[in-house]
């Protein structure tokens, strides 16, 4: 895995994306581990790339080439520190908040959250989730299976009691505007 070591790369050579833009995203995760590079103005300027990639697609391959080497990197999550988990859970979640991600690897990012969810209290995994879910809450509203489905995790409730009032009065909100 890349952020557990802090040296690796994230990017695997082979994932078809121009060099420049694989060393560019690996420079992008060096600094955003080693914190010289903050998630909120990773955010702005990956917001940037969205805007102008359709008059230059590498904007739109480095934006890529990111969200796909931080969901290729799920796996490795285990192995992390504790301070690259919690960096990695933010910015996992402000590009679900800020649609930075495709609809079929929003589901995806989604999924991961969901599973990490229904971990175990005290589980880094469902520390990973709560923090990530944080950072999109304001998006629940436009995910009314999903707020259900993180609804129905009994635990939630307990560890996290305001934020599931959050997402339960998003839900009634939005009931209510569709009835």
């Known amino acids: 895995?890349?952020?557990?070591?802090?040296?690796?790369?994230?990017?695997?050579?082979?994932?078809?994306?121009?060099?420049?833009?694989?060393?560019?995203?690996?420079r992008i995760f060096r600094e955003v581990y080693n914190g010289?590079?903050?998630?909120?103005?990773l955010v702005m300027r990956l917001q940037a790339c969205k805007v102008a990639a359709a008059a230059d697609p590498k904007q739109g391959d480095l934006l890529s080439c990111v969200v796909h080497s931080l969901f290729a990197e799920y796996e490795h999550f285990k192995?992390?520190?504790?301070?690259?988990?919690?960096?990695?859970?933010?910015?996992?979640?402000?590009?679900?908040?800020?649609?930075l991600v495709t609809?079929?690897?929003?589901?995806?990012?989604?999924?991961?959250?969901?599973?990490?969810?229904?971990?175990?209290?005290?589980?880094r995994q469902a520390s990973f989730g709560m923090l990530a879910l944080e950072q999109f809450k304001w998006r629940i509203h436009e995910l009314p299976t999903?707020?259900?489905?993180?609804l129905a995790?009994?635990?939630?409730?307990?560890?996290?009691?305001?934020?599931?009032?959050?997402?339960?009065?998003?839900?009634?909100?939005?009931?209510?505007d569709s009835a």
């Not at 999903?146 to 993180?150: D, E």
């Not at 995790?153 to 209510?176: G, Q, S, V, W």
Request: charged share 25%; aromatic share 6%.
């Open 103 to 123: 609809s079929l690897v929003k589901g995806m990012y989604l999924r991961v959250v969901l599973e990490s969810l229904r971990r175990p209290l005290g589980d």
């Open 79 to 99: 192995n992390y520190p504790d301070k690259y988990l919690r960096t990695t859970a933010i910015l996992w979640g402000s590009l679900i908040q800020h649609e």
């Open 1 to 26: 895995g890349g952020a557990g070591d802090g040296a690796t790369a994230l990017v695997a050579p082979s994932e078809g994306y121009g060099k420049d833009v694989e060393e560019e995203t690996n």
């Open 146 to 150: 999903y707020g259900a489905q993180v």
């Open 36 to 41: 010289t590079l903050r998630v909120d103005d």
């Open 153 to 176: 995790i009994p635990h939630l409730h307990t560890a996290r009691p305001e934020l599931m009032a959050y997402i339960k009065a998003a839900r009634e909100r939005r009931a209510a």
